[in-house]
């Protein structure tokens, strides 16, 4: 039986989308899911429209690559997909018209 609950995307075929010290933005708001140690579960962490900086890059089910973010406006580091981020640097651009 093979579960794949987020179609047939393996992102690990390929290079990770973001590198260390990139700053991106989030693209969604982000709950502690009972991982995030002294939250409740249900606390927002993260905002979407949040930019961080990504620290480290790491795999998640030998399937996705999840992004270590520093959040420093908020003081947190949160795990997150390529799917749930935005590069600023494109993003800045793309608002610009360039």
Request: glycine share 14%; charged share 30%; aromatic share 10%.
């Amino acid at each position: 039986m093979k579960i794949n609950r987020e179609g047939d995307i393996v992102e690990l075929k390929g290079p990770p989308q973001f590198e260390y010290g990139q700053k991106v933005r989030s693209r969604k708001t982000v709950r502690n899911d009972g991982t995030f140690p002294g939250k409740e579960i249900g606390d927002i962490l993260v905002r979407k429209g949040d930019e961080g900086y990504v620290t480290s890059i790491g795999t998640f089910l030998q399937q996705f690559y999840i992004y270590g973010v520093d959040f420093v406006a908020n003081g947190y580091r949160v795990g997150m997909k390529a799917r749930e981020l935005e590069d600023m640097e494109t993003a800045d651009g793309a608002d610009l018209g360039c």
